[in-house]
Antibody, heavy 118, light 109 residues
Framework: EVQLVQSGAEVKKPGESLKISCKGS????????IAWVRQMPGKGLEWVGI????????RYSPSFQGQVTISGDRSISTAYLQWSSLKASDTAMYYC???????????WGQGTLVTVSS | QSALTQPASVSGSPGQSITISCTGT?????????VSWYQQHPGKAPKLMIY???KRPSGVSNRFSGSKSGNTASLTISGLQAEDEADYYC?????????FGGGTKLTVL
């Protein structure tokens, strides 16, 4: 069974750094793109970016380029999303999802709620 | 890249059919038959309902169907049921990126 399990909720202060994770199982993690998707409170879905664990090829939405970093560790089938300096506007639910053919998302993680508040 | 345009809300009675539209441009919906649709219940992760325009994943009811004409994709739900009440999002491949619609809240009356 394909599963994506994300790390738990985080509460941070503005300016702090953060790295959240998404661990895949039940399939060959290296062979499929993983996407990160943001959902701000009460709002819609936004594509943040993707990583191909096979060679760590990474692409970002223009809206998120330079704001976040996507990385991965094939040895533990895990993808990461990180911030070097959080802002209050980063407060959102972040989902990881398996991104097939780079056009649709067939399996989703349960989401990681990131709250940034002073 | 702007978000795809969806109606904010639609509603229907049990047993009826509804259609949710998703309008993009010649750079996304119009250029590729790679639109997907997601259902999201409150507090839950999105669920894939339609991919590549009209294909249904295993386990998704055949009451859900997708189509496209020009720059507009559509999701039709027939035989509405109470459990269909949720938010629905379209998504399109757009070359180097992927773009989502703003979402549509479906209310089953």
């Amino acid at each position: 069974e394909v599963q994506l399990v994300q790390s738990g909720a985080e509460v941070k202060k503005p300016g702090e750094s953060l790295k959240i994770s998404c661990k895949g199982s039940g399939y060959s993690f290296s062979d499929h793109w993983i996407a990160w998707v943001r959902q701000m409170p009460g709002k819609g879905l936004e594509w943040v970016g993707i990583i191909y664990p096979g060679d760590f090829d990474t692409r970002y939405s223009p809206s998120f380029q330079g704001q976040v970093t996507i990385s991965g560790d094939r040895s533990i089938s895990t993808a990461y999303l990180q911030w070097s300096s959080l802002k209050a506007s980063d407060t959102a639910m972040y989902y990881c999802a398996r991104h097939l053919n780079r056009d649709y998302f067939d399996y989703w993680g349960q989401g990681t709620l990131v709250t940034v508040s002073s | 890249q702007s978000a795809l345009t969806q109606p904010a809300s639609v509603s229907g009675s049990p047993g009826q059919s509804i259609t949710i539209s998703c309008t993009g441009t010649s750079s996304d919906v119009g250029s590729y038959n790679l639109v997907s649709w997601y259902q999201q219940h409150p507090g839950k992760a999105p669920k894939l309902m339609i991919y590549e325009g009209s294909k249904r994943p295993s386990g998704v009811s055949n009451r859900f169907s997708g189509s496209k004409s020009g720059n507009t994709a559509s999701l039709t739900i027939s035989g509405l049921q109470a459990e269909d009440e949720a938010d629905y999002y379209c998504c399109s491949y757009a070359g180097s990126i992927v773009v989502f619609g703003g979402g549509t809240k479906l209310t089953v009356l």
